[in-house]
């Protein structure tokens, strides 16, 4: 089946910096990568959109200027997050299809500690 | 709008069969995806309904009634790796909606 790696699994940063966080699809052109955050016992709350070489779309209430995505090419999107708080504290997923609407391939997650 | 409902958490004993039910409201719909979440990790796909009926993997089932906006999963002969959160996803005219998942345990 198709591959999805994130990396890192875990970052501690402390308030104020930045982070970035690689979501890699290893064994096919994703067309579609899907950024989600999910906070323990909750279930996943979709972030962004990004489709390869166009600006990502964002969903309501998640700060476009704060997450920044990149799509730059069929194997990877990047998410950035600025200025990290404690509140941005979170398990971040990632998930890459062929289309849009068909099954999604998970990345393993990354634990994001801000301190 | 856009509504994906299912159970909190339900319990079974282990050797047992559960099902978890799953309805949705979504604006324009292609299939229905279960996935199979344990703590701490990310989602892992188990099945994807689109037509009506019941698809069988193993000790997995899926089933969708299209018109009734419903599905279940079946699990058979639970283990207690089975123990885990279970979502449900559809798939429409926006990308996919997630269920807020179902958190079982099995028992022995």
């Known amino acids: 089946g198709a591959v999805v790696s994130q990396h890192p699994s875990r970052v501690i940063c402390k308030s104020g910096t930045s982070v970035k966080i690689e979501c890699r699809s290893l064994d096919f052109q994703a067309t579609t990568m899907f950024w989600y955050r999910q906070f323990p016992k909750k279930s996943l709350m979709l972030m962004a959109t990004?489709?390869?070489?166009?600006?990502?779309?964002?969903e309501q209430g998640v700060e476009k200027d704060k997450f920044l995505i990149n799509h730059a090419s069929l194997t990877l999107s990047t998410l950035t997050v600025t200025s990290a708080h404690p509140e941005d504290s979170s398990f971040y997923i990632c998930s890459a299809s062929h289309q849009r609407d068909l099954e999604q391939y998970f990345g393993p997650g990354t634990r994001l500690t801000v301190t | 709008g856009q509504n994906i409902d299912q159970p909190t958490e339900m319990t079974a004993t282990e050797g047992a069969i559960v099902q978890i039910n799953c309805t949705y409201q979504t604006s324009g719909f292609n299939g229905l995806f279960w996935y199979q979440q344990h703590a701490g990790e990310a989602p892992t796909f188990l099945s994807y309904n689109v037509l009506d009926g019941l698809e069988e993997k193993g000790r997995f089932s899926s089933f969708l009634s299209r018109s009734k906006g419903y599905s279940y999963l079946l699990l058979k002969e639970l283990q207690m790796k089975d123990s885990a959160s279970y979502l449900c996803?559809?798939?429409?005219?926006?990308?996919?909606?997630f269920g807020k998942g179902t958190r079982l345990s099995v028992i022995a």
């Open positions: 990004s489709n390869e070489g166009s600006k990502a779309t964002y």
């Open positions: 996803a559809a798939s429409g005219n926006t990308p996919l909606v």
